[in-house]
């Protein structure tokens, strides 16, 4: 008989989150100020950097892109009660399809090839999310730790395959030869040049499109459709699926299946939207970063862009407050990231309380 | 000589909830005195912040004439009030001893503590008759037993004052007795009872006297002697209700579902059910008594098609069902609809808004929307019908589905089952935490399935329930069926022995 945590809905998707990330901010400018540095000078590059020029805000839409697929990767299996730790190894698996797939099929042209990269990419992100999948679903074997470890699996297949197997006889770097040219993704400032739209040069290619694309469907299954029902049942409510007539495993392994199709996104944004090859370690990292994209944004697909943007940001804006202010290194960023993430994700239920408590009294004194 | 409890203007809100208001009660030493109320009524509240879980927003507590502030159970046990909570606090695998001994071990090693211990139950064995093997593993005990080592607990702790929460939801009519027993003996040596039931012939059996309460406020508090279970109904609820639903009798129809040698064994191998076999007709309600625990919710579960039978058959208006189609999706196509024991663990997705919980089991019914997707619109109308035919309150189909009471989330259920036309209806714990109002509802329209020709098979562990609303009785102890009644022929004492196991053959 405790006292529910109910709030209007704008407090829980906008307020609650803007609290977390402006405390994340003030605690990280401590942070700052305790090394020596002004931390409003520190803002200003960190914002200047990501968004004030169309350069920096191509490289901060990049990255959201890569973010906006692992964080919808993350938010599918949440709503099945899965957590997806896997989203690196997907996404390496994924980079292979995208590599078998392109420098195999050559003879294809550009609109049958782009389309094959894809669907390679999400191919063998789901077969690499399916098996953890199988293995909770019917053995009881628990995802997180399981996702762990196909996350090293893949990480040393990768290596093998790059060193031993695809690497360009000639070439000393573990990669691969370019993709065919017909497979590239176009530049975002290439697409708005066939307009005669000049934009400034960056990273950014027309795979956001497919994100913003795989966002709304993902909304349209989960929030609109019977199978995304039957997934946030058994998420919430795993009794209540068996006794709806839903079966828990197949339903989880249908979640890890789509999700580790997501996750191939963010190879798709790398390797054929901007690197052109299969190399290693082009994951970077950021499978984790859907962890926390994904709980920031509440695992609803919009939550999730705004939150990836603001990811993005902290990237891009990042790796130019380390060029402008020495003193700042790219570690203190990974810190300054750190913070947010601690506060977005883990904290998130401090504010949530505190928010909920004064909404309450504020109401009890309006009435 | 001072009250033992007095409680003056107590106020309590959660959030924009207002659960005590100015409540005020006072419990004279020596007597039984019993709170009755519909759930949300504020009982658990206000005993709440007697036992020190809440503090209350204003308004005074007084033990023995001087007022005290209770800020932690540790505070009202050191002002003699004990509490037995309705789901025990008790570590299993422990003995009685080391359970009575928990939080109270009198230093670092044990020896000396347990000692004192020991002594002292043997004391209160005495002085109550409140006999138990000390040594046994609690939870190898019976629940009336372990409802005997909470008790103990409390005693030990020096407790003058005992509250208990719904004591007897999970006795059998007998060890319900017998816990009567105990509470007079109590009385006579001077301590004070506080009994907190929903159950109005307890109150009468056993308290001096009763206080209701609705909606928060303290309506009333009456000599047991001066009052009737009708009135106390009406007291709680604010009208006149019907505690009984009147029903015709009326000649069975053709056996719809049958059940035969069914037994089910759990995933520990544990028999949960052993050879059951009964029929229900159309136009009939079988009722299945026991205590709770005794392999009811397997066996409804089975018939559901949730577990797999490990022995037995399942007919269906005279069909075998075979396993491969024995499951719950199948069952529904058939007609075998199942409104479960526990609705919010099953029943319902709490989290869920209310239209989407009302569809729970029928998400793949075409009609609900176009092709994969489901049309929010139209499931919003659907609920917005059915609640206004069930009376459901709040009628807001989007509001989310934990924020309904308990009556008008197991109205949500039953409307969402019945609606749907079955031809058979399992139906678990119907009223559980379920305001009396309701209950009046829900057993008309059960009565009214029952008169449209729908089997009914009913499990509950109120056994007035089973009684009002049964053609015929079924009994299980120990998963095993121990006897079967005409409704009309049979009383609470009989079935309460069949409920423990004393079978037709034995006697």
């Known amino acids: ?367 | 000589m001072f009250p033992a409890i007095e409680l003056i203007a107590i106020n309590k809100s959660f959030g924009a909830v207002h659960a005590n208001k100015g409540v005020s009660l006072s419990v004279a030493r020596g007597t039984i005195h019993g709170i009755v109320g519909e759930n949300g009524a504020g009982k658990s509240t206000l005993m709440s912040i007697l036992y020190g879980f809440y503090e209350a927003d204003s308004g005074e507590i007084r033990v023995n004439g001087a007022p005290i502030r209770i800020r932690s159970s540790n505070d009202a046990i050191g002002a003699g009030i004990g509490m037995v909570h309705q789901h025990f606090m008790l570590v299993e695998p422990l003995t009685v001893v080391e359970n009575v001994m928990l939080g109270a071990e009198g230093g670092a090693m044990l020896r000396a503590g347990e000692a004192k211990v020991r002594k002292e139950l043997a004391r209160l064995a005495q002085d109550y008759g409140l006999d138990i093997d000390v040594d046994a593993i609690v939870g190898e005990l019976s629940v009336g037993l372990q409802q005997r080592v909470e008790i103990l607990k409390a005693l030990y702790r020096g407790a003058d004052i005992l509250i208990l929460d719904e004591p007897t939801a999970v006795l059998t009519p007998s060890e319900a007795d017998a816990l009567f027993d105990l509470l007079r003996s109590l009385k006579e040596q001077g301590k004070t009872v506080v009994l907190i039931t929903h159950k109005l012939r307890e109150i009468m059996a056993v308290t001096d006297r009763v206080s209701v309460m609705r909606r928060g406020e303290m309506v009333a508090t009456v000599e047991t002697a001066d009052t009737s279970p009708p009135e106390l109904a009406e007291l709680m609820v604010g009208r006149r209700v019907l505690l009984r639903v009147e029903k015709t009798e009326k000649a069975p129809g053709a056996p719809v579902l049958e059940v035969r040698n069914l037994s089910i064994i759990d995933a520990r191998g544990v028999l949960r059910v052993a050879d059951a076999t009964f029929t229900v007709h159309a136009g009939e309600i079988v009722g299945i008594a026991g205590v709770a625990g005794n392999g009811q919710s397997e066996l409804l579960e089975a018939i559901a098609g949730m577990r797999r039978l490990s022995l037995g058959s399942v007919r269906l208006e005279g069909r075998d069902i075979p396993s491969s189609q024995h499951n719950p999706h199948r069952m529904r196509e058939l007609g075998l609809l199942h409104v479960p024991e526990d609705r919010l663990r099953m029943g319902l997705v709490p989290s869920f808004p209310a239209f989407e919980s009302a569809i729970l089991g029928f998400s793949h019914e075409s009609q609900l929307g176009p092709g994969p997707l489901l049309d929010h619109d139209r499931l919003v109308a659907d609920l917005a019908k059915t609640m206004e035919q069930y009376d459901v309150r709040p009628p807001a189909p989007r509001l989310k589905t934990s924020n309904f009471s308990g009556g008008n989330q197991q109205k949500i259920v039953l409307a969402r089952e019945i609606e749907r036309n079955p031809k058979v209806l399992l139906v678990g714990q119907p009223t559980r935490g379920v305001d009396i109002g309701a209950i009046e509802f829900i057993h008309r329209r059960l009565i009214a399935l029952r008169d449209a020709g729908v089997g009914i098979l009913l499990v509950s562990v109120e056994l007035d329930e089973i009684m009002h609303l049964s053609d015929r009785i079924l009994t299980m102890c120990g998963g095993r069926i121990t006897g079967e009644r005409r409704a009309a022929e049979t009383n609470e004492q009989d079935l309460g022995l069949l409920m423990a196991g004393v079978t037709d053959e034995a006697a």
Do not use: C
């Open chain 1, 1 to 367: 008989m405790s006292a529910p945590i109910e709030m209007p809905k704008w407090a829980d998707t906008v307020l609650v989150p803007a609290i977390s990330v402006v405390a994340a901010f003030l605690i990280a400018g401590l942070v700052v100020l305790s090394i020596g540095e002004n931390p409003l000078t520190a803002t200003r590059y960190l914002l200047q950097g990501s968004l004030g020029t169309g350069e920096g805000l191509g490289f901060t839409l990049f990255y959201a892109t890569d973010f906006i697929f692992v964080g919808l990767a993350v938010a599918v299996a949440y709503h099945a009660g899965l957590f997806n730790i896997g989203g690196e190894g997907q996404a390496t698996l994924a980079g292979l399809g995208i590599a078998l797939a392109l420098n195999n099929l050559t003879f294809l042209p550009g609109f049958v090839l782009v389309p094959a990269g894809i669907l390679a990419a999400a191919a063998f992100g789901a077969a690499w999310a399916a098996v953890p999948g199988y293995l909770q679903a019917k053995r009881g074997s628990h995802i997180v730790i399981t996702t762990i470890m196909f996350n090293w699996l893949a990480s040393v297949l990768i290596v093998y395959l790059l060193v031993n197997v695809l690497r360009e006889p000639q070439s000393m770097n573990p990669e691969t030869r370019t993709f065919p040219g017909a497979s590239h993704i176009p530049f975002m400032h290439e697409a708005f040049a066939w307009f005669g739209i000049t934009i400034p040069t960056s990273q950014l290619n027309l795979t956001l499109i497919l994100a913003l694309v795989s966002a709304y469907l993902i909304w349209l299954l989960i929030y609109r459709s019977r199978l995304g029902y039957a997934i946030r049942v058994v998420g919430a409510n795993p009794a209540a699926a068996v006794y709806a007539g839903i079966s828990p495993a197949r339903i989880i392994i249908i979640a890890m299946v789509l999700s580790g199709a997501l996750a191939g996104g963010l190879a798709v944004n790398e390797l054929m939207g901007y690197q052109h090859r299969l190399l290693l370690e082009f994951t970077s990292g950021y499978g984790f970063v859907g962890i926390a994209v994904a709980l920031m944004g509440r695992a609803h697909p919009m939550g999730i862009i705004l939150a990836s943007l603001l990811f993005g940001i902290l990237y891009q804006g990042g790796a130019e407050l380390a060029f402008e202010q020495p003193n700042i290194t790219r570690d203190m960023v990974v810190v300054i990231g750190g913070i947010i993430i601690l506060f977005a994700g883990a904290l998130d239920g401090l504010f949530r309380r505190l928010v909920a408590y004064l909404l309450s009294r504020t109401k009890l004194a309006g009435a």
